[in-house]
């Protein structure tokens, strides 16, 4: 009887040993007495010492685990909690980002205005002195000087109006808003993600003010003193992203990288240098030579025919008269392959897409470069993304790679299909 109470008692200290410490101690209080015999053996004092130390114990692990809970849930909360500086200085750049967006486009509508415009104008401008020229070779007396003035004039206005329009090139100008206001589209799409799936860091901030600052610089707004240079000496690709930082450490893999990834974007990037950069330069050279020739020839023209025509109807020039209206119908011509051919847009164009491929060869080379594959965008990602941007698939992104490594230079395919 007394080894069966014996084990109730213990057996109800190993269950109160589970419980909350109010079920503890009222277990502890109302523990019986266990008799033999005659006399009366009181167990209070040892199980009060057992239940104690049970106590102590319990306590004790409990106290630990609540610290570490208490440490793993703090943690977790001051690297899940952005600041709200941070959130509020990219909102304050978001903002910016999508007023620029409204500029360019306004700005490129408007400039768009002007080539049209500008063009016709100076057609009507033309042909209407060539008409008069014309008219006042086969007429003599009180209108000849009229229409010989007049004519004069007409060609003159409109030397002096195409000498500004092919400065400042308006069809060229559109192409350069349009390419900042899609660019600056993007921009504020890459703000919105890092801001709806990430915790934003002081360094995106920085990234992002940098990326504003640098296409602010590629595609200047005003005209007066940091416009583009229409004809520059020599063609480079657009170029309207900050400069990637480097960092040197100790090369690990992982992240979605492996060695045959790598290679892969290293062939990548050679078959853009060697093909796709080069090409768009290629063109580019031509269509600048192609512009500098008519930007020449239109105003070189007009200022024939305004000559010409100014000795109309005098006996010792008799080719007056074809040069003026010769020299103003060809003017016509010119202008409007220049402008209305939209020249100068096809050069922007060329330049903008060879800044694309050298920005691809940049990233890829970033990538590349840097050891941690930590800070690397995801491997996986990134190749598809690379393979999306070129219009391919991944498998014919890796047909591509290995055909680059075998026949290197000799390679006729480009990289991109897109354009």
């Not at 109160?16 to 005659?38: F, H, Q």
């Not at 206005?157 to 308006?170: C, D, E, F, R, Y």
């Not at 512009?291 to 305004?306: E, Q, V």
Request: aromatic fraction near 6%.
């Amino acid at each position: 009887m007394t080894s069966l109470q014996s084990s109730s008692v213990i057996g109800s200290l190993a269950y109160s040993s589970g419980r909350c410490r109010r079920g503890m101690t009222r277990a502890a209080i109302n523990m019986p007495k266990l008799r033999t015999g005659g006399g009366s053996l009181s167990l209070r004092l040892p199980a009060r010492d057992l239940v104690q130390e049970v106590l102590d114990m319990g306590i004790g692990l409990s106290a630990a685990t609540t610290s570490h809970v208490e440490k793993k849930y703090q943690f977790r909360t001051v690297s899940n909690v952005s600041d709200p500086m941070v959130i509020a200085k990219l909102h304050e750049i978001m903002e910016a980002v999508a007023d620029r967006v409204e500029m360019h486009k306004n700005i490129g509508e408007q400039r768009d205005n002007w080539n049209s415009l500008l063009l016709t104008s100076i057609n009507a401008i033309t042909l209407t002195a060539a008409t008069m020229a014309g008219i006042a070779a086969t007429n003599v007396g009180g209108p000849l000087m009229a229409l010989k003035l007049s004519s004069t004039l007409m060609y003159l206005a409109a030397t002096g109006m195409l000498v500004v329009m092919n400065k400042i090139q308006p069809s060229q100008l559109v192409e350069e808003q349009r390419n900042a206001a899609r660019l600056f589209k993007q921009l504020h799409c890459q703000i919105q993600t890092t801001l709806s799936s990430g915790n934003p860091t002081s360094s995106d901030v920085e990234e992002a003010m940098e990326k504003v600052l640098a296409l602010d610089k590629a595609y200047p707004l005003p005209l007066i003193g940091v416009m583009l240079e229409k004809f520059p000496k020599t063609v480079e690709p657009a170029v309207w992203w900050p400069q990637h930082r480097q960092r040197q450490e100790e090369r690990t893999y992982g992240n979605g990288w492996s060695v045959e990834l790598e290679e892969e974007m290293r062939e990548i990037v050679g078959v853009l240098k060697r093909k796709d950069t080069e090409d768009y330069l290629r063109l580019g050279k031509i269509a600048l030579k192609v512009n500098k020739i008519l930007s020449i020839s239109g105003p070189l023209l007009t200022g024939m025919a305004a000559f010409g025509t100014a000795f109309v109807g005098s006996s010792h020039a008799p080719w007056a008269a074809i040069v003026g209206v010769v020299a103003g119908a060809m003017a016509s011509v010119v202008n409007t392959m220049e402008h209305g051919g939209q020249v100068g847009m096809v050069f922007e164009m060329y330049r903008n897409n060879a800044g694309f491929f050298r920005l691809m060869e940049e990233t890829i080379e970033s990538n590349l470069n840097e050891r941690d594959v930590g800070r690397r965008e995801n491997g996986e990602l990134f190749e598809m993304k690379v393979a999306l941007q070129l219009g391919r698939s991944l498998s014919g992104l890796k047909n591509l790679a290995a055909s680059s490594s075998k026949k290197g230079e000799a390679i006729e395919e480009f990289a991109s299909k897109l354009f």
